[in-house]
């Protein structure tokens, strides 16, 4: 059964940075495609960034030039970067993996296994 477990939520004030983590267990982390979503209060969850393999990344538009997404193979962790917080990045964060790759290429949602979620709230 595939787990994953994300931390490194908070507080933070707009311009500040946050690392999100997501450690994984229970499946062959160097096959499978990564990824963090968000849902904010009121809006639909959208993916913000993919990863496949250790460098073919993808984003959204709205996150571009601020999130950056890495993994670590021998951590079992994927990594989410977020640099120049805005009040609108405040949501909760997931992480989800699988196995296809197209799911990061066309920045699709249905991605097979998630995480918990962790809280990202940007405030002054």
């Known amino acids: 059964q595939v787990q994953l477990v994300e931390s490194g939520g908070g507080l933070v004030q707009p311009g500040g940075s946050l690392r999100l983590s997501c450690t994984v267990s229970g499946t062959r982390f160097r096959l499978t495609v990564m990824s963090w979503h968000r849902q904010a209060p009121g809006k639909e969850r959208e993916l913000v960034a993919g990863?496949?393999?250790?460098?073919?990344?993808n984003y959204a538009d709205s996150v571009k030039g601020r999130f950056i997404i890495s993994r670590d193979a021998a951590k079992n962790t994927a990594y989410l970067q977020i640099n120049s917080l805005l009040p609108e990045d405040t949501a909760v964060y997931y992480c989800?993996?699988?196995?296809?790759?197209?799911?990061?290429?066309?920045?699709?949602?249905?991605?097979?296994?998630w995480g918990q979620g962790t809280q990202v709230t940007v405030s002054s």
């Open positions: 990863i496949i393999g250790d460098s073919k990344r």
């Open positions: 989800a993996a699988d196995t296809r790759r197209f799911l990061v290429t066309t920045l699709k949602e249905n991605f097979g296994s």
